[in-house]
């Protein structure tokens, strides 16, 4: 063979190659090469109680971001039968299902930081040169996505006043997100000021959750410490236990002290509830300090109610922050989640995945608006999914 033979045969290859790339579904709606090449042993999971019993009697299909695996998982049962998919993702965290306009918000906090929004399909649309037909349930797609500044560092999200906020962690304040990539700084605690001017050229404070009311001064919002240190989040010596607090919106000062590494706080007929991270506890604010309803074994975060129900995460301590979790036994802490009666603090069930490692965030919608995603572990090497993103209809 000739050199110019040999030249041009290795082009051919090269082209050939690069034809066949982004060709799979889970990489353009993730945009991500390598969301085709997600573990399916991450999917694998253990139950106790009515875990799906609970699922199909609230008759509600559950997300949950896991945001080290880069994944979005859904969960739900229909006639004692579970169902569960996915959505890669690269580094999910905050997620938001604002069920009166059935549409859901996912944070991708890398650097941009990324707002994804997703809707349900309503079915599929006709074309002759698909031949197979299947079923499809609705599902959630993605519609849209908004590019952010890094340092936004963007972790909850809320909808306040009918408007998406986030907390902007790298500006220590709560943000108005507005389209082409622009947000407003609409709320941050007192202590971050000096001098009366707010300091938000870095993250001081770990402001993470939002607990949302009807206006930001009825709001209310979690960090790990109330004052201004030498040492930032992050930092391995940061010092967490018993700084954690929950902050007003009317006063911008802490409401509730004596908490560790609180996260997802979230308002629930009419009270304050909170994941005390760092000792595996759930509880409620009275007077000022965390009343503990239930502990668990496992880093708490990820929390929603529906109907009396609490669902509660749990995550694994990674072992370089364990200083941040000096509540809990590091070679116990589970991934997972729990439901949890409100009315007796009974555990009703729960799921565990033996290989998982950090949830963020979970939020629920009626499982008859979506049954999940289109991704689901069975049928991952089958035609489905591209068929599917093929001809669906939103």
């Not at 952010?148 to 560092?153: A, D, E, N, Q």
């Not at 000022?288 to 509660?312: H, M, P, Y």
Request: charged share 20%; aromatic share 10%.
């Amino acid at each position: 063979m000739t050199a110019k033979n040999a030249n041009q045969a290795d082009l051919e290859a090269r082209w050939d190659l690069h034809g066949m790339e982004w060709r799979d579904p889970a990489q353009i709606t993730s945009q991500w090469r390598d969301a085709s090449q997600i573990d399916p042993n991450l999917l694998q999971s253990q139950t106790k109680g009515s875990w799906w019993g609970v699922l199909e009697q609230l008759g509600i299909t559950l997300f949950i971001t896991r945001e080290y695996e880069h994944l979005v998982v859904a969960m739900s049962a229909r006639a004692g039968r579970p169902r569960v998919s996915f959505l890669p993702m690269p580094h999910p965290s905050g997620l938001l299902v604002d069920r009166a306009r059935k549409q859901m918000f996912l944070a991708s906090t890398r650097n941009p930081n990324q707002i994804y929004v997703l809707k349900p399909t309503i079915g599929v649309i006709d074309r002759s040169d698909v031949r197979k037909s299947l079923p499809s349930p609705p599902a959630f797609v993605p519609v849209m996505t908004t590019y952010y500044p890094g340092c936004l560092y963007l972790h909850d999200l809320a909808l306040i006043a009918g408007k998406l906020h986030a907390n902007a962690v790298g500006h220590n304040a709560v943000v108005r997100l507005l389209p082409e990539g622009q947000f407003d700084r609409v709320w941050w605690p007192k202590c971050i000021e000096q001098s009366g001017k707010p300091l938000f050229d870095r993250n001081q404070i770990q402001l993470n959750s939002i607990a949302a009311g009807s206006t930001l001064k009825e709001s209310f919002f979690s960090a790990s410490s109330s004052r201004l240190g030498r040492l930032r989040p992050g930092h391995l010596n940061y010092k967490v236990d018993k700084q954690g607090v929950i902050f007003s919106g009317r006063t911008r000062q802490p409401m509730c002290t004596g908490l560790t590494r609180p996260h997802s706080a979230r308002l629930w007929k009419g009270d304050v509830w909170v994941a005390n991270s760092g000792y595996g506890e759930l509880g409620f604010v009275a007077n000022g300090r965390l009343n503990v309803v239930l502990k668990l074994s496992g880093w708490t975060r990820g929390l929603c109610f529906v109907k009396g129900v609490a669902f509660i995460a749990t995550s694994r301590v990674i072992p370089r922050f364990s200083r941040y979790a000096p509540g809990l036994d590091n070679d116990r802490s589970r991934c997972g989640v729990s439901a949890v009666c409100l009315k007796t603090g009974q555990l009703l069930g729960s799921l565990e995945w033996p290989l998982g490692n950090q949830v963020f965030a979970i939020d629920w919608i009626r499982d008859d608006v979506s049954s999940g995603f289109a991704f689901q572990g069975a049928v991952r090497g089958s035609s489905h999914p591209a068929i599917f993103h093929y001809r669906y209809e939103t």
